[in-house]
């Protein structure tokens, strides 16, 4: 083989992009995942995993786990769904695949208008965090915790052919209004305007993690207050990107 494993992440990287641009999402994730796949093929890799998201259920609700019906909603989570099939015609014709479903990733390096990385600018600048429904839960999930998720299903047997949500389900439920509120505090500045939902997205809960943690031993360990505070403290170091 001429590599040990891939770790699919190329995407257009969220909804609203490929609501923009629909042509260009479909060429990059659809042709660009098959590019992968023949190319791993061909090379003998031994193990393909593909990152797809918590955005192939549509609306869930908590303790979703992987046999839960998939109903996406909007172009991206369906064709992240649509991914999802194409790696199973691959791992039917004999490629070991792991299909990962991250949520509500956050943390540094993030692109800057996620909904977490938009509620930390804004508070740092001192400006209004709008928030798009306050009761709304989302597996806030630290990048390291999903980082981890993603290297042991890369390594481990137990994961080939299946599908695996690597989130942090944390014992505390976090809405998005406690994730403002954690900005504003940390920063010390910001102020909060809270408004309906936004519908082009789907009301999302919180994923079961039971399956990872029993396959390859996944222990997501950072929660929601201890990650906006590594992720704070790493704006401060980078003032550049936050001052205006």
């Not at 194409?86 to 014709?93: F, G």
Request: hydrophobic share 35%.
């Amino acid at each position: 083989a001429m590599c040990d494993g891939v770790i699919h992440l190329a995407s257009f990287p969220r909804q609203k992009v490929v609501n923009d641009n629909p042509l260009l999402g479909s060429k990059y994730m659809s042709e660009g995942l098959l590019n992968l796949l023949e190319n791993s093929v061909k090379h003998n890799v031994n193990k393909f995993v593909y990152i797809s998201s918590s955005m192939v259920y549509g609306d869930f609700t908590n303790d979703t786990d992987e046999s839960a019906a998939t109903n996406p909603i909007g172009q991206y989570g369906i064709l992240k769904l649509a991914g999802e099939w194409l790696v199973k015609d691959y791992a039917r014709r004999g490629l070991n695949t792991t299909v990962i479903r991250p949520s509500a990733v956050y943390g540094p390096r993030d692109v800057d208008d996620r909904v977490l990385s938009k509620f930390m600018l804004s508070a740092l600048r001192d400006e209004t965090l709008t928030v798009r429904g306050a009761a709304e839960v989302l597996d806030f999930t630290y990048v390291d915790d999903t980082a981890q998720g993603i290297v042991l299903a890369a390594l481990s047997d137990n994961a080939n052919g299946n599908c695996y949500n690597i989130t942090r389900s944390s014992s505390k439920a976090y809405t998005l209004l406690d994730a403002a509120e954690i900005c504003v505090k940390l920063a010390g500045r910001g102020r909060i305007n809270c408004v309906d939902r936004d519908l082009n997205f789907p009301s999302r809960g919180r994923l079961s993690v039971d399956r990872a943690s029993q396959d390859f031993e996944y222990s997501p360990s950072v929660d929601l207050d201890e990650g906006l505070k590594r992720y704070y403290d790493w704006y401060l170091q980078h003032p550049v990107l936050w001052r205006r």
